[in-house]
């Protein structure tokens, strides 16, 4: 892995435009759903995605390799958002309380063979599982995608959020028991 | 105290998902959702829900990758366009900083001469030793910067 995370530090410095094509490629659905659970909108996670390689090409040299690239690459993408959210209104993702009142879930997408049921009752669940995440604070909402769902490393998650690792625990615990409480009120 | 064994299962589940137990703990956990359905039934639905949170599929945009590269592509073609530039301008700024060292002991006898022609205080004569240093820096500087701030804007 730490070779691979050399050579694509030394390729990145080069800004190797076939290297990037196929970054762009291979992390373009974890990163977009990344982007639209923090951003909460498709356009606006789409405008992200595309300022993310931006500056993944113009700053490739700080790319040293000791990370993982996608915790490296998350972590350009949540600053970027920061920074926009900074810019809109002096904040932060930890003061973000929760998602717009008329958010609505994201498109699921299923393309599993599944029986006809089967579709309808996972994606019932799917889909209850979305809108109890929606429910959760950004904060703890954040790192439960990174861990659950990217399936990050706590140190890993604690270089995307540039929180220490303690804290990354502190918000998995607060943001499961949020979860839980979500689907509580969900179910009720 | 029923209700703390209850709260500290709820509590181990949680680390459980976060980090490794350890193993009497893992054991008193074993036991206790094997004796508490309650207990067991909400491990379950978490268990689901995380399950269905990693299995989440959403739609990504039509051609997004496509788009994305394309941009990418352009704006490293414009990245190699500046870079002669940029490599001209720190060229530029290496010389006049070894020229400008090289030539302050001059500059200086040279105001200092000066200062003493038109019998104006040391402190005249040396701060426009330092103006003549620092000004051209300066005008370079702002160049650089709002030319740059320009670049970014218009992106």
Redesign the interface.
Same mark, same amino acid.
């Given at each position: 892995m730490l070779d691979d995370a050399q050579s694509l530090a030394r390729a990145l410095k080069r800004r190797d435009p076939d290297l990037l094509d196929r970054l762009i490629e291979q992390y373009q659905f974890r990163l977009f759903r990344y982007l639209l659970h923090l951003t909460g909108n498709p356009q606006t996670a789409e405008d992200f995605f595309q300022e993310t390689w931006l500056r993944v090409l113009e700053r490739g040299h700080q790319y040293d390799g000791r990370w993982k690239f996608e915790a490296w690459l998350f972590a350009i993408a949540r600053n970027l958002v920061l920074d926009w959210h900074r810019r809109r209104k002096p904040q932060s993702l930890e003061s973000l309380a929760g998602p717009d009142e008329d958010a609505t879930p994201f498109d699921v997408a299923d393309e599993r063979s599944e029986s006809p049921l089967e579709q309808v009752l996972h994606a019932e669940v799917r889909t209850g599982v979305q809108l109890s995440l929606q429910r959760v604070p950004a904060i703890y909402r954040e790192v439960l995608v990174l861990r659950f769902q990217e399936e990050m490393q706590l140190d890993e998650i604690a270089g995307v959020t540039g929180a220490p690792i303690s804290t990354v625990k502190s918000r998995l615990y607060r943001g499961l028991d949020a979860l839980k409480s979500a689907m509580q009120g969900g179910a009720a | 105290m029923n209700g703390d064994v209850h709260e500290r299962a709820a =509590?181990l589940l %949680? &680390?459980r998902?976060?980090?490794t137990l350890a193993r009497e703990d893992e054991q008193w956990l074993a036991t206790h959702l094997a004796d508490c359905a309650g207990c067991s039934a &909400?491990d379950v $639905? !978490?268990a689901? %829900? #995380?399950s +269905? #949170? =990693? +299995?989440?599929?959403?739609?990504?945009?039509r051609n #997004? %990758?496509g =788009?994305?590269?394309l =941009? !990418? $592509?352009l704006? +490293?073609e414009e #990245?190699r366009e500046h870079a002669p530039a940029n490599r001209l301008v720190w060229a530029v700024a290496v010389m006049s900083w070894i020229f400008g060292l090289a030539s302050a002991p001059l500059v200086w006898r040279g105001f200092e001469w000066l200062g003493g022609e038109l019998h104006l205080p040391k402190l005249v004569w040396a701060t426009g030793v330092v103006l003549w240093w620092a000004v051209p820096a300066l005008v370079a500087t702002g160049i650089v910067l709002f030319g740059h701030q320009g670049r970014t804007s218009a992106e």
């Open positions: - | =509590r %949680a &680390e998902r976060v980090v &909400e $639905r !978490v689901e %829900a #995380l +269905a #949170l =990693r +299995a989440m599929q959403i739609s990504v945009p #997004l %990758a =788009r994305t590269q =941009r !990418v $592509r704006r +490293a #990245l």
